[in-house]
């Protein structure tokens, strides 16, 4: 399979992860997998009851380097219906099972695997899908070669709340490509510059807060944002 940005992949990763954090990524992954392997059944079992087959959700998602892989989720959403690439908060596909798994991050879980793997680390940039990724403004390409994160600056700032653009915005996938997109690479890139253990074990700490109800450092929306009829985001004729 080859890689999203270019036909061969670097020499050396734009953005490094160092010995240190790929231990502590393995650490915290296998203590994980370890808690939360016993809720795997439990949770299948509700999916199943809540809308019926299949259990998982897989999808191609852009990794280190831009090589796609094959993500693996706990299935929120309906089969049946269609909609934007883009889930925003309300979506009418999430399942009442969903809605609480996205909530508290369990379906998440299965990427436990691809950080053991080396395919995810523990904090980094969400991990984008191909679809959306080749649509991504030139000046935000850079972070799509990054390795991406199970959790991180953008999974805590900027979920589903963020998703859904204001009233005027009709186009939920303009939305997030031409607005949230260069404010979540803006918020991913101050972490990957300077990515400490001890950044990685605040954004860990941070995560465990908010999966837990202590703590929720959501934006609903930018305070601020171009009109759809600005020039500066107006899609080109």
Do not use: N
């Not at 992860?17 to 392997?37: C, K």
């Not at 510059?193 to 837990?212: I, K, N």
Request: proline share 10%; glycine share 8%.
């Amino acid at each position: 399979m080859g890689s999203f940005v270019g036909p061969s992949r670097r020499a050396e990763p734009a953005f490094p992860v160092s010995p240190a954090r790929r231990a502590l990524d393995i650490l915290v992954a296998s203590l994980l997998l370890v808690l939360f392997l016993p809720l795997l059944p439990l949770v299948a079992l509700l999916i199943l009851a809540d809308d019926g087959w299949p259990v998982f959700y897989r999808q191609e998602r852009v990794g280190q380097d831009g090589v796609p892989f094959q993500l693996l989720k706990l299935r929120t959403m309906r089969t049946s219906q269609a909609g934007p690439a883009v889930t925003a908060h309300g979506d009418p596909r999430i399942t009442w099972i969903g809605r609480f798994l996205r909530r508290s991050s369990l379906d998440e879980l299965p990427q436990v695997w691809h950080v053991l793997r080396g395919q995810m680390t523990l904090v980094g940039p969400r991990p984008e899908s191909r679809a959306l990724a080749e649509r991504y403004p030139a000046r935000c390409r850079r972070v799509l070669s990054a390795r991406p994160g199970l959790t991180g600056p953008t999974q805590l700032r900027y979920r589903e709340r963020s998703a859904l653009p204001p009233t005027g915005w009709g186009d939920v996938d303009r939305w997030y490509l031409e607005v949230m997109v260069p404010i979540r690479v803006q918020a991913d890139l101050e972490f990957l510059e300077r990515p400490t253990v001890g950044a990685t074990l605040r954004h860990l700490w941070l995560t465990a807060l908010f999966v837990v109800g202590l703590a929720d450092l959501q934006v609903p929306q930018p305070a601020a944002v171009a009109g759809p009829t600005d020039p500066a985001v107006e899609r080109s004729a």
